[in-house]
């Protein structure tokens, strides 16, 4: 049954009956369309909804929830992250992580420390947007935690925050985290290295570039040209050969975005890959580095069998001053 009581003015009678219904059914789709109503002043009904004996209404509860930024929301629905059932609890997780505000974060941000991982961690993916600077030291001291959900979401609350105290931490992660997703995530957050730090981030993501996992190895040559490390460029050249064509694509990128003539010699073996994505990059590419040679491969491009492949060759070389054949 419904911990509902007491009817609101601006609650129909029929639908307070329904909120009271010893059917579970009933009370679920009386919860929808209370929520339909989207009139602050109903809220607290909708929040007594989330103690419902019914894990079906406790759930649409949590789901509609989602977007109110109201302190008692927020703590309702923090709250509704210890429910016993899945799907409450992934319905709370789900609307907390749709919080936009700053007020709603300082709400939230007590529970970002909580004993329980699923708490922590979903805490953590409720703040991560907010860029909350008060949520840094939270995130700091879960980086570290037993599990790895725990330990990826801190990561990408440190940043979005862009949070320079934490490249160390960041840094240490990328090479030695068991978890690949936990290190795809730090070799993401290194991107928000300032020029000065580059020694630091340059060791680990080069490290990365090495990685066993593919999506990690992806993420650092991503990084690597965002950063515009030419001292990587030799390791982003060898990663043009890379197993898995989606880190050559990357790599290519960022060799690039260095301008980095070094790496056209490569380039002439990734413009005959069959992924034509990765020919669409090399063409890109080319056209960034320029020179003679570059520009001989760019020719050569106007020949490929995709046309998106020969429309960029084409705009390169015109881009260039460059007479197509």
Do not use: C
């Amino acid at each position: 049954m419904s911990t509902l009581t007491a009817a609101h003015p601006l609650l129909p009678p029929s639908l307070h009956q329904r909120l009271q219904s010893p059917d579970a059914g009933v009370r679920r789709v009386a919860v929808l369309a209370l929520i339909d109503f989207e009139e602050e002043e109903l809220l607290s009904h909708v929040i007594a909804a989330l103690e419902d004996a019914s894990a079906d209404v406790r759930a649409a509860a949590a789901q509609g929830l989602a977007g109110w930024e109201t302190p008692a929301a927020v703590q309702a629905l923090a709250t509704a992250l210890r429910d016993l059932d899945e799907t409450v609890r992934l319905s709370a997780a789900q609307s907390l992580s749709e919080l936009k505000t700053a007020q709603a974060g300082l709400v939230l941000l007590p529970w970002a420390t909580h004993q329980n991982a699923f708490v922590r961690a979903a805490s953590l993916r409720g703040l991560r947007e907010l860029r909350l600077p008060q949520a840094a030291p939270s995130a700091l001291a879960s980086v570290s935690h037993e599990e790895a959900t725990v330990r990826r979401e801190a990561v990408a609350v440190l940043g979005w925050l862009k949070h320079v105290p934490a490249l160390s931490v960041l840094a240490q992660l990328v090479q030695g985290d068991p978890d690949a997703e936990v290190r795809r995530a730090a070799v993401g957050a290194l991107g928000l290295a300032p020029a000065e730090q580059a020694p630091l981030v340059q060791a680990a993501l080069l490290s990365a570039l090495v990685d066993p996992v593919w999506n990690v190895r992806e993420e650092a040559a991503s990084t690597l040209g965002k950063l515009r490390l030419d001292a990587a460029t030799q390791a982003l050249i060898e990663a043009t050969d890379d197993d898995y064509w989606q880190v050559r694509l990357r790599a290519v990128r960022a060799l690039g975005q260095l301008r980095a003539r070094a790496a056209v010699p490569a380039m002439g073996n990734t413009l005959q890959h069959t992924i034509s994505n990765l020919r669409k990059e090399t063409v890109v590419a080319l056209g960034q580095i320029g020179g003679d040679t570059a520009l001989a491969l760019l020719q050569v491009a106007l020949d490929d069998p995709d046309p998106e492949v020969r429309k960029i060759a084409r705009l390169g070389l015109a881009s260039s001053g460059a007479v197509t054949q």
